[in-house]
């Protein structure tokens, strides 16, 4: 079963610390992979989105990398800022045949303290 | 978000009311789709629609049913409301079915059934 686990479900960092978020996947026969950002009672914004023949992507302050041999990616946050505090939603479109499927993971809800 | 808009945002309804939500898109997207969002199953398909008049099942399809006259428009329709399909409702919209270039979201419906 094709699954997308995020880890941990709730983080509390203090302002300015450099983080990391980690999203798991269970088939490395992936297409792309994609973070977004959900504020609460809001809609989700895309964040980065790397292709399967890619190894990290960059904007600003985020960094997001892609193994798909170790069934991983990471989203690197630098420099946090209390306007960092969101959900973190990893979504993978696997790519196996004609099942291709979006999975999502729960996300990782962010806290930064001023 | 730019391009996409929810309507309504929020609705209080009775079980066993018909329920409709809307989503309009000003991208020209080919594809646009139905999620439901709830605490610990993160976001689910319920459908989704590959152009006028083409529409199809997600995995959490059973009590909705959707219709797409127009490009622009994609109808959400609970045809008999139940406490169970209390939720946030997002509609996404995508140029290419594969994930290619990722999603855009609308900011959400919160229905709830009483």
């Known amino acids: 079963k094709q699954e997308v686990t995020q880890i941990p479900a709730a983080l509390s960092v203090p302002e300015g610390e450099n983080l990391v978020l980690n999203c798991s996947f269970t088939d490395s026969a992936i297409y792309n992979l994609q973070w977004f950002r959900q504020d609460p009672g809001k809609g989700l914004t895309s964040l980065l989105l790397?292709?399967?023949s890619q190894r990290e992507q960059t904007s600003g302050r985020l960094n997001a990398s892609l193994d798909k041999s170790s069934g991983r990616s990471t989203l690197y946050i630098a420099a946090s800022q209390p306007g960092d505090s969101a959900t973190y939603l990893c979504a993978v479109f696997f790519n196996a045949g004609n099942n291709r499927k979006l999975i999502w993971g729960l996300g990782t809800s962010l806290a930064v303290n001023p | 978000d730019a391009g996409i808009t929810q309507s309504p945002r929020h609705k209080v309804t009775e079980t066993g009311t018909p329920v409709t939500l809307r989503c309009h898109q000003t991208e020209n997207h080919r594809y646009m789709y139905w999620y439901r969002q709830d605490p610990g199953h993160g976001l689910r398909l319920i459908h989704y629609?590959?152009?006028?008049?083409?529409?199809d099942k997600g995995e959490v399809s059973d009590g909705y049913s959707v219709s797409r006259s127009k490009t622009e428009d994609f109808l959400l329709t609970l045809e008999s409301a139940t406490s169970s399909q209390t939720s946030v409702y997002f509609c996404?919209?995508?140029?290419?079915?594969?994930?290619?270039?990722?999603?855009?979201f609308g900011s959400g419906t919160r229905l709830t059934v009483v």
């Open positions: 996404a919209i995508s140029d290419n079915h594969s994930f290619r270039d990722g999603y855009t």
């Open positions: 790397i292709q399967s």
């Open positions: 629609s590959y152009g006028v008049k083409d529409t």
